[in-house]
């Protein structure tokens, strides 16, 4: 009887409770002993010794709680932070390209614009130069010569590639009788267009049209009183009636429409 007394003694409960805690690790056990010596001992010191022991125990619990969220959150910190720094350039990557892509889509808007300005400006210039070819051609039959040359040098002035603005002017000098003229013409033509092999064809028909034949001078030497007669007979049907060679009949078959 006196050993169990003694067994239960307050002394005795806070040495077993001590050795669970600090020897064995058994907290839950330690902790039961602790409650039972502050509850059947309050008055005891070893209960005030029982009281610091549990405050021991639950801030090492809270401690440990606190430890671990303040490990894992860093960690969580992080990876947000990572995952946003990640979404950021993603995004930011998505803008540039979807920028490049617009800016592009709009050079290349920009060139086909300005392809059609160009082909519309192209095509009015060329129905501006056909228009006023055709009033030269107007005038010519209309025996205004020279009117239909300042026409037909406008249409050159203006940057016109229409062959017909150079043949028509040839032809009227020809039909003026200034053969000088007609060949600068031809040659004009020529510089722009070296390809076109009929050039040379006209230019040499106009000198063989300058110069007098064997025949003529012979007829001017011995005949100088029939000499104009003769001269006129030997060009039938090149010759019109004032005695300048006529190329108004194939002005029209030399310059073709193709060549407005």
Known sequence: ?????????????????YKLHY??????????????????FPDSQECGYAVVQ???????????????SST???????????????????????IIIFSWEMNTAAERMEHSLAAVRNSIDSTRQEID????ITRSLGALFAGKDDHALEILRNVQSSGS??????????????????????????????????????????????????EPTVGDTAEETNENASAPARSAERHTGAVSGSGKPD????????DSVEFF
């Open 54 to 68: 549990l405050n021991k125990i639950e801030s090492n619990k809270v401690a440990k709680r606190l430890l671990q």
């Open 1 to 17: 009887m006196e050993n169990s007394s003694r067994a239960d003694t307050p002394l005795e409960l806070y040495e077993k409770a």
């Open 72 to 94: 894992v959150s860093p960690r969580i910190s992080y990876a947000a932070l990572t995952v946003s720094i990640v979404a950021l350039v993603i995004t930011i990557s998505v």
């Open 129 to 132: 130069h056909t228009v006023r």
């Open 247 to 254: 190329f108004k009949k194939s002005l029209l078959v030399v």
């Open 23 to 40: 020897q064995e690790y058994k907290i839950a056990e330690a902790c039961a002993m602790y409650r039972e010596l502050i509850d059947k």
């Open 161 to 210: 590639r229409a062959i017909s603005s150079y043949t028509i002017a040839a032809d009227i000098y020809l039909q003026k009788g200034e053969y000088d003229k007609a060949i600068q013409e031809y040659q004009k033509l020529q510089a722009d267009f070296p390809e076109l092999e009929f050039i040379s064809d006209k230019i040499a028909l106009i000198k063989n049209e300058m």
